[in-house]
């Protein structure tokens, strides 16, 4: 589970409401899925989405079994929450007529997080039903976030991968307030992928593979605390396996410098920064891949 800012905390867990008008998500129209804030499970599909006018995100189909749906108390409204951690997200209500589906999910954005790709199939996404969510998340800063991102997101088993900030003190920083060195953030990628089809072992060998994890205070060319190595855990397990790795890359004799430490807020890049080298059609300029292990 995510950690949760007593706003988050007021929504999702004692089941408040935001304001009307003030989320991010309510005029938000890029592609990707949006996810449950504390379990990171997927909830809606960015086709899904439209304009209601009512001030909070609307959604007229939820991803299969994603949602449970429980009366109020007062028998008046229906409350929708994640299914798997139980999350308040907001209310549903049908027969208004804003779409075909007749149905509206009007939710919370302070409910929600959010993965931009245009590459995920629709239909494809795991049923939140189940007692671990089929896609899981992975956050690792190497370096300047293009080439990372573009070499991880070529891994079979990603699913969608974003540019991001984390690790730093300032809610939402643009990228020239995060180069100033005064945020504390670091450039880092955000990975969501199918542990049926690559393991989290695999992704992090392929990060300790496609930068220096013993440079100190950059990465290649890029120098500066942004641009430090290391792996952001959501779990024990994660955590576990990226000391495991660190300890069999000493072993072999090399200076690891890369930190391992628990993920807090992931915020999204500009979306100038968003598959860069795809965009371009060029390579990474610091980034390549070097085996480490057998």
């Not at 409910?111 to 995920?120: K, M, P």
């Not at 079979?156 to 900030?165: L, M, R």
């Not at 730093?168 to 670091?186: M, R």
């Not at 690559?198 to 100190?216: C, G, M, N, R």
């Amino acid at each position: 589970m995510k950690k949760l800012t007593p706003q988050e905390e007021q929504i999702i867990l004692h089941k408040g409401t935001e304001a009307p008008f003030s989320g991010k998500f309510y005029r938000h129209h890029q592609k990707g899925i949006y996810i449950c804030r504390q379990c990171g499970a997927p909830l809606y599909r960015s086709e899904n989405k439209f304009d209601s006018g009512c001030g909070w995100p609307s959604f007229d189909e939820e991803i299969k079994d994603a949602v449970k749906r429980t009366p109020d108390p007062d028998g008046l409204r229906t409350e929708i929450s994640c299914a798997h951690c139980g999350g308040h997200l907001g209310h549903v209500f049908s027969g208004e007529g804003f779409t075909a589906k007749n149905t509206r999910h009007c939710v919370n954005s302070l409910s929600l997080d959010f993965v931009a790709d245009q590459t995920v199939p629709s239909g494809t996404e795991p049923s939140c039903a189940q007692k671990t969510p089929a896609l899981q998340t992975a956050v690792f800063a190497g370096g300047c976030f293009w080439g990372v991102e573009h070499l991880m997101a070529q891994q079979n088993g990603v699913k969608a991968i974003q540019c991001g900030y984390t690790g730093g003190h300032l809610a939402n920083p643009t990228y020239e307030q995060v180069c100033s060195g005064k945020t504390g953030h670091y450039e880092a990628v955000r990975i969501v992928f199918d542990p049926k089809l690559v393991s989290y072992e695999t992704l992090a060998k392929l990060f300790f593979e496609i930068h220096d994890p013993t440079q100190a205070d950059g990465q290649g060319p890029d120098i500066g605390a942004q641009y430090r190595s290391v792996i952001f855990y959501t779990n024990d397990e994660q955590k576990q396996t990226a000391q495991k790795l660190i300890g069999i890359l000493k072993s072999k004799g090399l200076n690891v410098k890369t930190k391992v430490l628990p993920l807090q807020d992931f915020w999204p890049a500009e979306e100038y920064h968003q598959h860069y080298y795809q965009r371009k059609g060029t390579q990474p300029y610091c980034h390549r891949r070097v085996k480490r292990f057998d």
